[in-house]
């Protein structure tokens, strides 16, 4: 089977749906849905999951507030739909802290030179997961010349820059660690030492913020597969990853050289790693996936800047 499929196929068979029928969606008139349009749809049960490809096609012109929250799920909206409004309402905005009061800066002290941790050190994080080192570098990222299997969103290759070094956790988040910090294992494959899967791309950033870390970039994940591979297991070819980057099938046109983030905003979010059962996984190969939904073929990583 022609490898390409890994960034071709849909993730999961709802993404599959909503490409499909996307282009029946006729927004409002004014572009974007309010409370009272979204809550007329959830009030009917069999309007409830096309209220989503409004969602994620139209928009919502109306913050997610608590408020607005138990309204909508009074009326009949799935945690599906308020996981998406999570990711496409616009936030309410905060009000503007006092000014800090001026501290006295203390009196300099002698520099300090910090030890130099050893690529590929495993440390325990707080979740007990074991985390390995990847140290600073520069790499080529993006499709190898010759790779015809390469896509258009994995070019053109560019150099990136990484600034700072990072700790990545050595697999995917297990199940029993997450049972372990959540209480709970939505997984579909059952198994302790499984990847959890079936969790939104919220609940992912939730999980590794709850360990003093947070979901790597693109351009981090990409870089310590290849720089690491060795030390990481399963990085490509068991289950697809979610990415803190918001996905854009062009971003490598214009990407920065240094730390790239990914684009400000998008309707996806950027998956890496590809499934088990993949020929050939490549390193470069690029996914998306609608954040708000939980497919049972995604899970993720968390990386840390720093570990005692």
């Known amino acids: 089977m022609d490898s390409t499929r890994c960034c071709r196929l849909s993730i999961a068979i709802t993404l599959a749906l909503l490409c499909r029928t996307s282009a029946q969606v006729?927004?409002?008139?004014?572009?974007?849905?309010?409370?009272?349009q979204l809550t007329d749809m959830v009030k009917d049960s069999a309007r409830e999951p096309r209220a989503r490809l409004f969602i994620a096609t139209c928009g919502?012109?109306?913050?997610?507030?608590?408020?607005?929250e138990k309204r909508l799920r009074a009326a009949g909206a799935t945690d599906n739909t308020i996981f998406l409004l999570r990711e496409k309402a616009p936030k309410p905005a905060d009000p503007k802290p006092p000014d800090p009061t001026p501290e006295k800066k203390p009196e300099s002290a002698p520099l300090q030179t910090k030890p130099q941790i050893a690529?590929?050190?495993?440390?325990?994080g707080a979740d007990g997961s074991d985390y390995v080192w990847i140290p600073p570098g520069t790499f080529q990222m993006g499709c190898l010349p010759g790779d015809r299997d390469c896509i258009e969103d994995e070019k053109p290759r560019h150099e990136v820059r990484i600034s700072k070094g990072f700790w990545i956790s050595k697999t995917e988040v297990t199940q029993v660690a997450y049972q372990r910090l959540v209480g709970s294992d939505p997984s579909y494959f059952k198994g302790p030492d499984l990847p959890v899967e079936k969790v939104s791309w919220d609940e992912a950033q939730k999980y590794c913020k709850a360990v003093q870390g947070r979901l790597p970039t693109e351009a981090q994940w990409e870089y310590a597969?290849?720089?690491?591979?060795?030390?990481?297991?399963?990085?490509?070819?068991?289950?697809?990853?979610?990415?803190?980057d918001w996905y854009d099938e062009k971003y490598y046109q214009r990407t920065l050289g240094t730390d790239p983030q990914g684009p400000a905003v998008?309707?996806?979010?950027?998956?890496?790693?590809?499934?088990?059962?993949?020929?050939d996984p490549r390193v470069s190969c690029r996914g998306k996936g609608i954040p708000g939904f939980l497919y049972y073929n995604v899970g993720f990583r968390c990386v840390r800047e720093a570990i005692p």
């Open 60 to 68: 919502v012109s109306f913050p997610l507030t608590p408020e607005a």
């Open 225 to 244: 597969a290849r720089a690491a591979s060795h030390d990481l297991p399963h990085i490509l070819g068991n289950i697809w990853q979610w990415m803190g």
């Open 266 to 279: 998008g309707q996806y979010r950027g998956l890496r790693g590809g499934v088990a059962g993949d020929e």
């Open 26 to 36: 006729r927004c409002p008139a004014t572009g974007t849905l309010d409370e009272t």
């Open 119 to 124: 690529p590929g050190t495993v440390r325990k």
